[in-house]
């Protein structure tokens, strides 16, 4: 990371639900795998993208296959994403929903619950550390790999969802938005949602998506990821925006993700302008810290400095994101309580 927030932003209590785990892993972490295997001859550069540079998102995919070499037993996952929630509640996350996509890996012998498994037991390990986060976690189904493996997906998911008492929460539909298409992975996620998992979709990553988007909404989604290519000055439609509006699906926004990837000009030209005017929900998230070099307190500041918003405003965001958690309402009124509770000590 190359910039501290300021201490408001720091200190500012948070929510992140739009972080994919292997594309959270810190430098520290990434050394720690780098010294674990060092034949791979994987270099720092290869993980993440610094201040100022920006990738196409095809550059950005190649990343993370560099990071899924590096991470590719249970031991690793157990690792990283013990470190990942750690990063997260030393920056000020008190309520993190993680994402990821369940792999197979023959030399390793690790399995596709094997990998989910890790996942959880890292929660539960941080919970009994005493550290002041409430993770929770959704299955990614990676849509490159098509129907079949999107139901394998689901099925998982839901055995996890009954077996681990609401750390697993609902799905998240992500991967390369250029590779398949929604409509193969309409089942399975229409089963997803009536079993009672909650849908995060990516939505409109890329441009040209209308008729994919179109579909997906129906279902519809719980929250949206990005959706940068909805509303019609982005080449999409009023009928998007509408369906959006008339749901009440709240967007997840992560301005650095999106400025490096190139998907959006710059941080100004960024389309939390359009959803925030309007008054539509709209949480600010990290994606992957780790790969575009950031945090979630920065993500904060820079929408603050971008678009002019005080800290009063900037609190509000932070606070409403609350209302859009997968977990279920008696957990919002705790963190409710938190924001109270902490809120003096922020505005110091
Ligand atoms: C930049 N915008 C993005 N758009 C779409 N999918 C993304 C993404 N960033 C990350 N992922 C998805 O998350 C995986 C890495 O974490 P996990 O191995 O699942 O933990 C990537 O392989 C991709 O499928
Ligand atoms: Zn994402």
Redesign the pocket.
Known sequence: MENEADAFYRELPKVELHA????SVSVNTIEKLISRKPHLNIEHGMTAIGKGQRRT?DE??QV?KVI?QLVDSEEDILMVATDVIREFAADGVKYLEL???PREEKRTGLTKKGYIESVIKAIKNCKSEGLDIDVRFLV?I?RRNGTEVAMETVKLAEEFMQSTDGLVLGLDL????TVGHGKDLLPALLRAKNCGLKLSL?LS?VPSQQEESNLLLSLPPDRIGHGTFLHPEMGGSQSLVDQVVTNNIPLELCLT?NVK?QTVPCYSKHHFQYWYQMGHPSIICT??KGVFSTNLSQEYQLTATTFGLSHEAIWKLSQQAIDWIFAPDAVKQQLKQKWEAMKPQVFK
């Open positions: 994919h785990l292997n594309g998102l950005c995919f993370f899924h994402r990821s996509t990614a990676d992500s991967g390369d938005p990516h990553e993700s990837g994606d992957d």
